[in-house]
């Protein structure tokens, strides 16, 4: 960690601290979730992440987030009622995605509907609980309508009878979910939907604090949810998964990845010091979901984290939640290239819910950069360069 006394010419702020990535800054409070990474625990609202995984829905959690209680039997029914009422998508954002290039991103889809949805939609002024709703329930239509199209599909009507996990399943392939299929995508959205001030959120909560409206700051979190650093590891596990291809090719193919300076996605974590307590959570249901795909990503893992310990000693790195997340959504059927859109599909509770809390008790999010330029510069006029 870069952490460095600066001295500028500003009484008040005689001595600031730079430190490199905000790297245990403290930049907001926040009720809604927390992570120690030392212990390698995350809790939303108090309840561990071990305790809701596998016995709470996605739907309950973003009451959860939202609301700061989990719901009742009738508050859960309204939620869910209110879901379905906002699963529709206006005749102008159907022309869009239809129009969309098929070999577009599907985050760069993302990004751009949503806020083509905000603009038709009217979304402005100070953001509300009913427009984080109606823009949750949207996240899964405009994925798996993007991705009919792309494929020369029509999109599918979204079914009544199925909640916001089984209907995203339905609506990308168009089959039955498998019942097995939505408990583990639930769990895997129950488990990605907050992470205290993660780099999306943090960044949906500097929009939020200018005053910015609901949609723009969740565009600008989808932004940073795509940088591989970020949720964009998920796909890239995959990618390193497939080009490591076997057991017998995991070690040379680590060393080799590691002493020309690369990174090994899936591992490492600025929060988490010890095993994400997701990725544990996330390894049981691999073993579960795919036993043969599994016993693949186990042995990389083992051997990464040692390795990892031998060629970058003290660093901690460990397992994160990107890399089983690739063998699990792998085995629920979602592409590649919509792995880090359905870490979307997740967080959009969380983000919401932190632009909420942001704009509940704002201050402008403003902090400082250490000027590194010229002192004293003469000016020269153009004619004179
Ligand atoms: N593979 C190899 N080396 C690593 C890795 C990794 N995955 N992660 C960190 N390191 C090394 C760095 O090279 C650095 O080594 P150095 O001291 O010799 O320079 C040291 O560990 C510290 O790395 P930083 O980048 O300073 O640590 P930071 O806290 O900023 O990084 C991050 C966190 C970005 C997640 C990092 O661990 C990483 O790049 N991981 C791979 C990408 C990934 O899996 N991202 C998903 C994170 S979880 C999420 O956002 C949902």
Not at 15 to 39: P, Y
Not at 178 to 183: I, L, N
Not at 189 to 213: E, G, K, Q
Not at 334 to 356: E, K, N, S
Request: charge should be negative.
């Amino acid at each position: 960690m870069v952490e460095q006394t600066i001295a500028t010419s500003d009484e008040a702020a005689a001595k600031v601290q730079r430190k490199a990535g905000l790297e245990g800054v403290v930049a907001a409070t926040t009720a809604i979730s927390n992570v120690d990474g030392q212990a390698g625990r995350l809790v939303y609202r108090g309840y561990d992440i071990h305790d809701l995984a596998h016995s709470t829905t996605f739907e309950e959690i973003a009451y959860l987030l939202w609301f700061g209680h989990l719901p009742t039997r009738t508050e859960l029914d309204g939620l869910r009622a209110n879901l379905l009422a906002e699963r529709t998508l206006p005749d102008s954002i159907l022309s869009l995605l239809r129009g969309l290039p098929a070999e577009t991103a599907p985050m760069d889809a993302l990004r751009t509907v949503i806020s083509a949805w905000g603009m038709y939609s009217q979304i402005e002024g100070t953001p509300t609980i009913e427009q984080a709703l109606a823009l949750t329930a949207r996240f899964p239509l405009i994925l798996t309508t993007f991705h009919r199209f792309r494929q020369g599909l029509e999109p599918l009507e979204s079914r009544s009878d199925l909640g916001y996990t089984a209907n995203y399943l339905y609506l990308l392939t168009g089959q039955e979910p498998k019942p097995e299929h939505v408990t583990s995508l639930d769990a895997y959205l129950v488990m990605l939907a907050d992470h205290n001030m993660n780099a999306s959120t943090f960044t949906a909560r500097i929009v939020a604090s200018t005053s910015s409206d609901l949609v723009s700051a969740v565009v600008a979190a989808i932004g940073a949810l795509k940088g591989p650093l970020h949720g964009g590891a998920a796909d890239k596990a995959q990618e390193m998964l497939e080009a490591i291809g076997t057991t017998e090719n995991a070690e040379p193919w680590i060393r080799a990845t590691l002493t020309s300076g690369g990174r090994l996605m899936g591992f490492g974590h600025r929060a988490y010091k010890t095993t994400d307590p997701r990725a544990e959570e996330l390894r049981e249901m691999a073993l579960q979901a795919d036993p043969e795909r599994f016993v693949f990503a186990r042995r990389v893992e083992e051997l990464a984290v040692a390795i990892l310990a031998e060629i970058k000693p003290g660093r901690r790195l460990y397992t994160n939640v990107d890399f089983y997340s690739a063998v699990l959504l792998n085995s629920v059927g979602i592409p590649v290239d919509l792995f880090t859109p359905t870490f979307g599909v997740a967080r959009i509770a969380g983000w919401t819910a932190h632009i909420l809390e942001q704009a509940g008790d704002n201050r402008l999010i403003r902090p400082l950069a250490e000027y590194t330029g010229a002192t004293y510069a003469v000016f020269v006029p153009l004619d004179e360069r």
